[in-house]
């Protein structure tokens, strides 16, 4: 593994090997209660006895990109590392169905390693995203036998965040989905890399497509299960998100020490940090660190492995690994910051009123007229930049050509004489009056420099029915939007600037106008928002001028 783990090295910027001889033992078969076989891979390395062991449970194969930077990143530096795929995926019995038997297999994979004779007692567990997940769905049942866990870029549920706001994460779903299907297909998890590095246009084609119930289809060449039923079960309440796929309601439960590692533009950052609030309520103490990153990063994983080779050996030894437990990067600062708790502690709820005509201050609006725009789902307000998988497009990106749209209004405020910080929860209260019931609320927040350059900070969505956002007697509906939370120095000369529109297609599901069913609906319908006075975006700030 010597060039391998060279490699490994060299892109990561991992601290150096303890020994480049790893032993790989392949296919070790695990029980399952039911009758079902997990395959999983056993990586070992030379002249460490007793070596802990990290546990990796991942639906992306044994061999696919995350699996070998992971096991051969921790085995050359001491760790053994089993690397178990998840139900109906890389050889393992049974069918895949997302989230649905992550907590039970998890224990059956603990249950067996735990028998093993090269097990020393110690469990760790690393990952991103689905990795991740699996963690966080193991953890509440299993107690201390887990000594330390480590969800990356990852949460314990993730249908408040499949339906974000009330509306569909369509362009990730498709395009994960996408991705199963091609691992399932290709036999060959190397090569699914690639495909997904490369991006899959069938599936992004297929996000124009309606309806939806034939995108997984036309991106993927079959029809799958757990599209059709995601596009079915929106509704809060469903049975489909049931406890055997959602652990939010559990993460309290969770007893080994944890360490939630997220950034600024993952799709999953708010369940990250619902997940963080939930151990804190519950009077755990997770550490908590949020980086720069999207969710599709080598810079995240590089800085997920070298925070974990110094966190889980703090933790094997018992030392406490940093004095403060939340560590977050200030965007704009471009700078560290450690802190006690998220938010963070001192900071002031301040409100900044959209005024008609494009103008953001922090006076309360004088009675005035509303602003106006039509939103056409047949040349729907596009995606520029934030939590998006697509490492291309995501993050932070220059907003020009969609603030000159006719269907995206601004409201912009003067330059600041000072700095501002936004460090916590960002929210929106938009009133608004529309000419259909069944409509979109999209709100960005943008940093304006002193060129006029306008980027994304953070955004939010919120779909309005008429059972959730009824009218008042004058047509108006008050619209609370929740944005992702965010860290981020607004620096003195630049302008604050929040865009309403209604929608950010591909990302999100386009409004069809109808109310017709998501899975289902074809026709489309234009409508005209006025946005009144009275709307406000609030921040939790750290300094304002």
Known sequence: MTLQGRIVERVLTLPPAVTRTVKVTRDLRIPTPDGVELLADLYTPSRVPGAPTVLIRTPYGRRGM????????????????????????????????????????????????????????????????????????????????????????????????????????????????????????????????????????????????????????????????WWQSWLRTGSEGDPYWGPEREHRARAGEITAPTHLFGGWHDVLLPGQLADYAAMRAAGRSPFLTIGPWLHVSTELFGAAMREALEWFPAYLTGKNPRTRPVRLFVQGAEEWRDYTEWPPAGGTERNWHLRPGGGLTREPTADAGPDRFRYDPADPTPTVGGPLLDPRTGGSKDNTALEARPDVLTYTGNPLAGPVEAIGPVSATIKVRTSGPHADLFVRLCDVDRDGRSVNVCEGIQR???????????????????????????????????????????????????????????????????????????MHTMGVE
């Open 66 to 225: 995350v699996s070998r930077l992971t096991s051969v990143g921790f085995a050359e530096r001491g760790y053994q590392v089993l690397v178990a795929t998840c139900r109906g995926t890389d050889g393992s019995g049974g069918v895949f169905d997302p989230f649905r038997h992550d907590e039970k297999d998890g224990i059956s994979t603990l249950d067996w390693l735990e028998n093993q004779p090269w097990h020393n007692g110690h469990v760790l567990t690393f990952g991103p995203s689905y990795l991740g997940y699996v963690q966080m769905a193991l953890g509440p049942s299993a107690g201390d036998r887990i000594t330390a866990m480590m969800p990356v870029i990852s949460t314990s549920g993730v249908r408040d965040l499949w339906y974000g706001g009330g509306s569909f994460e369509l362009a990730a779903l498709l395009a994960w989905t996408a991705r199963m299907v091609t691992l399932e297909r290709v036999r060959n998890p190397l090569k699914a890399d690639v495909l997904e590095l490369k991006g899959d246009k069938r599936a992004r084609r297929a996000t124009s497509h309606l309806p939806l119930s034939d995108a997984d289809d036309l991106g993927t060449g079959k029809r799958v299960d």
């Open 464 to 538: 309005l029915c008429p059972d959730k956002h009824p009218a008042d007697v004058g047509g108006v509906r008050t619209v609370e939007v929740a944005l992702w939370p965010t860290a981020y120095r607004f620096k003195p000369g630049h302008r604050l600037r929040v865009q309403v529109s209604g929608g950010s297609f591909p990302r999100y599901a386009r409004n069809t106008g109808t109310g017709q069913p998501l899975a289902t609906a074809v026709e489309l319908r234009a409508v005209d928002y006025e946005i009144l006075p009275g709307s406000t975006i609030t």
